[in-house]
C-alpha cells in the first residue's frame, strides 16, 4: 500500500473569477477550450485488460455499492481524487482511469507514480464494462478507510478554545443530502460533522461525489445515538443549535407548546453569539426528532412565507455564523488535518 505523501496544489488551483477576462461590458468571455497536454509517460500507468485482477475492485460498481467493499471505499470524477490526494486523511489505494483521461490528468498520473500508487488504464469501452454501465466520468479510484471514531473522539481534537462550528446530524440517510452537508462543512469553515448510526455513510460512493470530495477532508463520525452525538459537542464547550422550520410551516411540533417557538435566526443574540456552535440539522421531510430538539440548548429558524421549507437552511445559517465570527480570508484559510498527499497534484 502507497505510503503518506504530502503536496502543494496552488498551481493547479482554476484562477478566480474576477481574473477571467471579460468583454467591454464586462460579461465574462466564454473560456477557451483546453488545449491537450502531452501523455504521461507509459512508465507512470499500466494499461490492464478487461480480466485484470488488478481492477476488480471497480468491476460492477452498483452491485458493490449494496454489497459492501470492507475496508476500501470508491471515489468517482476527478474533482474527488485531486481532493483526496490534496487534503485527504485517508491513503490513495489505486486509480482507474479511460485511456482518453490520459492526457488530461497528466499531471496527477505522473505525481501519483512518482509515490508508488499505481494508476490503471482501460480502453474505454473496457473501462464500461468494468464498472457495469456507461461511466462517462472515466475516473475512479480506491481509497482505504479509516477507522471510525466516535463522537468524543473527533469533538476532542478539534482546538480546546476559541471559536469552532461543528454540524450534527441525525438520521441523515438520504446520500444527496449527506453529499451537500460536507461540502457546506468545508465552505464554511466547519471542523467536524458528528452524525448518528443512522445516517448514511459519508464515504459511500454518491456521497462523495456530491460532497465534491469534501467527505474525506472534514473529520466525521458515524457512530451512536442522536443523544450521544450532541453529548460529545456539549462536552467540548459547543451551545447546540437545532435548525427547524417555522411554526408557520406545515409541521406539528409539541415541542413549541412546552418551551416556546423557534427563535427567528436574525434575532437570536446578535453580535453576542456564542463562539463554539454546533448546528444540529435532521433529515429531509421530517427534520429534527422531538428528542433531538429537547436536547438542544437552543432552536432557530429562518422565517418564511406561508407552509413553504427552505431547502438551504443550512447553508444559510452556516454562513450567517462565519459572517459572526470570520471573514472570508480566514475561511480560506481553514485547515484540516491532511494525512496523504501528493507532490505536484
Same mark, same amino acid.
Given at each position: ?136 466520468? &472515466? ?7 479509516? !477507522?471510525?471514531?466516535?463522537? /468524543? =473522539?473527533?469533538?476532542?481534537? +478539534?482546538? #480546546? ?98 418551551? &416556546? ?7 437570536? !443574540?446578535?453580535?453576542?453569539? /456564542? =463562539?463554539?456552535?454546533?448546528? +444540529?440539522? #435532521? ?63
Amino acid at each position: 500500500m502507497p505510503g503518506s505523501v504530502k503536496s502543494d496544489v496552488s498551481s493547479l488551483a482554476s484562477p478566480p473569477r474576477s481574473q477571467r477576462k471579460g468583454d467591454s461590458n464586462g460579461a465574462l468571455s466564454p473560456s477557451p477550450k483546453k488545449a491537450e497536454g502531452p501523455l504521461p509517460p507509459p512508465s507512470s500507468y499500466i494499461r490492464v485488460e478487461y480480466g485484470d485482477r488488478r481492477v476488480e475492485v471497480y468491476r460492477n460498481l452498483k452491485e458493490r455499492d449494496v454489497t459492501g467493499r470492507g475496508d476500501v471505499f470508491i471515489l468517482e470524477g476527478e474533482n474527488s481524487v485531486r481532493n483526496l490526494v490534496r487534503n485527504g486523511r485517508m491513503p490513495l489505494v489505486s486509480v482507474c482511469l479511460s485511456e482518453r483521461r490520459l492526457r488530461p490528468m497528466a499531471p496527477l498520473i505522473e505525481a501519483l507514480s512518482r509515490h508508488n500508487v499505481p494508476v490503471y488504464v482501460l480502453k474505454s469501452d473496457a473501462f464500461s464494462s468494468i464498472v457495469g454501465f456507461n461511466f462517462h466520468r &472515466g475516473v475512479l479510484a480506491c481509497g482505504k478507510r479509516p !477507522r471510525l471514531l466516535e463522537p /468524543p =473522539e473527533v469533538a476532542r481534537q +478539534l482546538p #480546546g478554545e476559541g471559536h469552532s462550528t461543528i454540524i450534527l446530524g441525525e438520521t441523515i440517510n438520504n446520500l444527496d443530502n449527506v453529499g451537500g452537508l460536507f461540502r457546506n462543512a468545508a465552505a464554511f469553515g466547519c471542523g467536524a460533522v458528528l452524525l448518528d448510526d443512522k445516517s448514511a455513510d459519508p464515504l459511500y460512493r454518491k456521497a462523495c461525489r456530491v460532497s465534491g470530495g469534501h467527505a474525506l477532508n472534514v473529520p466525521f463520525s458515524r457512530i451512536g445515538s442522536i443523544g450521544d452525538v450532541i453529548s460529545a459537542a456539549k462536552a467540548t464547550g459547543h451551545v447546540v443549535v437545532a435548525l427547524v422550520t417555522p411554526s408557520t410551516s406545515d409541521r406539528e411540533n409539541a415541542v413549541d407548546a412546552d418551551i &416556546g417557538e423557534p427563535i427567528p435566526l436574525d434575532a437570536w !443574540r446578535p453580535g453576542h453569539r /456564542p =463562539e463554539r456552535l454546533a448546528v +444540529l440539522v #435532521g433529515a429531509e421531510g421530517p427534520g429534527l426528532t422531538e428528542a433531538a430538539q429537547r436536547l438542544a440548548d437552543v432552536r432557530l429558524c429562518i422565517p418564511m412565507d406561508g407552509m413553504v421549507p427552505c431547502g438551504v437552511r443550512n447553508a444559510i445559517i452556516l454562513r450567517t455564523i462565519a459572517e459572526t465570527f470570520v471573514n472570508l480570508h480566514a475561511i480560506k484559510q481553514t485547515q484540516f488535518c491532511g494525512q496523504h498527499r501528493v507532490d505536484g497534484v
